[in-house]
C-alpha cells in the first residue's frame, strides 16, 4: 500500500499529463524512491517526502477507479488534458461526477469526493502561473462537475492544461500546469486548522463564472 498525503496522478495514456511530468522532472522537484506503482517508479517530494508523491498510471485519469486499492492518502491531483470544440488554449480545475447521464467514465449520478480547500489553492495557483508565465492567450477556469472517476473515497481534483493536442504538448503551459499542481500540494499539507466556510454551487454553464469571483474575492470561501 502506497501512503501520503498527497498523490499527484500522471496517467500515461494522457498526452498532455506526460508533458507536465516531463517538464516537472527538467525542474528537480522529486527524487525517485525505491517503490513502484503500475510498473513504474514512485517519486516523493523533495521537501516533503512523505506527504507528497507523484505516481504514474496505466490507466486513463477519468478511468482511475482502481487508486483506493492501491493508495492511501488524504488528496488526489490528476493531472490531465482537456478538450473542447473550440480548442481554446487553457488552464483549468474541477471536481469529478456525473450528475445525470455519464459523459466521460464514471457512473450515473454519483459524484467524487473532493476538496474544496483544494479547489480554491489551485485556481488561484493557476490564475498566478498563467501571469508569471506570460501566457495570456490561456484562459484560466474552474469547471463545474463532470466526468469520472465516480467511486473513489479519497477527495480528488483535476488540474487540466487545454483544449486540443497543440496545447497539451505546449511545454510552458505544461510547466505552468504543473508548478501551480506541486504548490497547491504543498499548501495542502501546510494548511493549519480550517477558517472559512465551503460552500457547494448550483447552476451556470460548463465554466463557473458566477462561482469564480466568491472563490477570488472573499478569502474565507472555498
Not at 473542447?84 to 487553457?90: D, E, L, R, V, Y
Amino acid at each position: 500500500m502506497l501512503k501520503s498525503r498527497v498523490v499527484i496522478i500522471i496517467p500515461e495514456p494522457d498526452l498532455a499529463a506526460n508533458t507536465i511530468w516531463n517538464e516537472l522532472k527538467s525542474q528537480s522537484y522529486f527524487k525517485e524512491t525505491d517503490q513502484l506503482f503500475d510498473g513504474s517508479v514512485v517519486y516523493q517530494h523533495n521537501k516533503y517526502p512523505n506527504d507528497i508523491k507523484i505516481i504514474r498510471s496505466k490507466k486513463d485519469g477519468v478511468g482511475s477507479n482502481h487508486l483506493d486499492l492501491e493508495i492511501e492518502a488524504e488528496l488526489y491531483i490528476f493531472a490531465s488534458r482537456h478538450r473542447a470544440a473550440s480548442g481554446t488554449p487553457a488552464l483549468l480545475i474541477h471536481p469529478t461526477g456525473n450528475w445525470n447521464q455519464i459523459t466521460l467514465d464514471g457512473r450515473e449520478k454519483e459524484l467524487s469526493y473532493t476538496s474544496a480547500t483544494a479547489l480554491k489553492f489551485g485556481f488561484q495557483n493557476l490564475i498566478t502561473k498563467q501571469e508569471e508565465f506570460d501566457l495570456e492567450e490561456f484562459k484560466v477556469d474552474m469547471e463545474v462537475t463532470h466526468h469520472g472517476p465516480t467511486e473513489l473515497k479519497t477527495p480528488l481534483i483535476f488540474m487540466e492544461l487545454g483544449s486540443s493536442e497543440e496545447y497539451w504538448v505546449h511545454k510552458k503551459a505544461a510547466l505552468a500546469v504543473g508548478q501551480a499542481i506541486i504548490e497547491t500540494a504543498e499548501q495542502f499539507v501546510q494548511r493549519g486548522k480550517f477558517q472559512g466556510e465551503s460552500f457547494v454551487g448550483f447552476g451556470g454553464n460548463h465554466y463557473a463564472y458566477r462561482f469564480r469571483k466568491h472563490v477570488l474575492l472573499d478569502e474565507k470561501t472555498h
